[in-house]
């Protein structure tokens, strides 16, 4: 999708479900399920709605689970996931309005694989045209300011393709491009 809506999440899902029922239809599946949970309606999810209107099953949800409910499960139950941090789509890496193109998702994901590559492991790298926002844990705000850290990131997000490369003083949070927002939520 190169057009970046404030619903792009809406339909996405949307597209992608009404794809997934007809392979359902086709399988004689009676159902679909994903994996949503309980924190995902404490934020702007226009993607949840194309969910209830195609009828798709959310067990997590259904069963009031958190993260961390599904967090304690698996490492209950052994795991190797169960710590794993969460990573959303790449599109919400994008400032609404900002046309979504393979270019700028593979520098998006080259800069991320970078900062995983430097052992930082709850981030985004958000796009703001040929600006990188980085979100890190505040905790991190030194490693990360390390000089040989700091500068080795400049140069290859250069190389990239970012102009200019940035920390966000308010540190990593889920759907912080939905700050500028002035909707209610959707479910």
């Known amino acids: 999708m190169v057009k ?8 996405c899902k949307s597209a992608i479900f009404t794809q997934l029922k007809k392979i359902a239809l086709e399988k004689g599946f009676n159902h679909i ?16 709605q194309a969910l209830s209107e195609q009828n798709i099953k959310s067990p997590l949800r259904d069963c009031n689970f958190s993260k961390q409910d599904i967090r304690d499960i698996s490492k209950e139950m052994g795991l190797p996931t169960w710590d794993k941090p ?6 919400s890496r ?27 492991e709850q981030f985004r790298v958000r796009i703001h045209d040929k600006l990188a926002r980085i979100e890190i844990l505040p905790e991190d705000f ?6 040989e ?10 190389d990239i393709g970012f102009t200019y ?7 990593y949070r889920t759907g912080s491009m939905n700050e500028v927002l002035k909707k209610p939520r959707t479910i």
């Open 33 to 48: 399920v994903e994996g949503s949970n309980l924190d995902d309606l404490g934020d702007y999810r226009p993607g949840l």
């Open 94 to 120: 994008f400032v609404y309005g900002e046309s979504i193109t393979k270019e700028k998702l593979m520098m998006v994901d080259k800069a991320e694989q970078l900062l995983l590559d430097l052992g930082f």
């Open 86 to 91: 969460s990573f959303a789509c790449l599109a």
């Open 149 to 158: 850290v700091r500068q080795k990131i400049v140069k290859e997000f250069a």
């Open 4 to 11: 970046n809506p404030a619903n792009r999440c809406y339909l």
């Open 165 to 171: 490369t940035t920390l966000d003083l308010k540190g």
């Open 142 to 147: 030194a490693k990360i300011m390390a000089d």
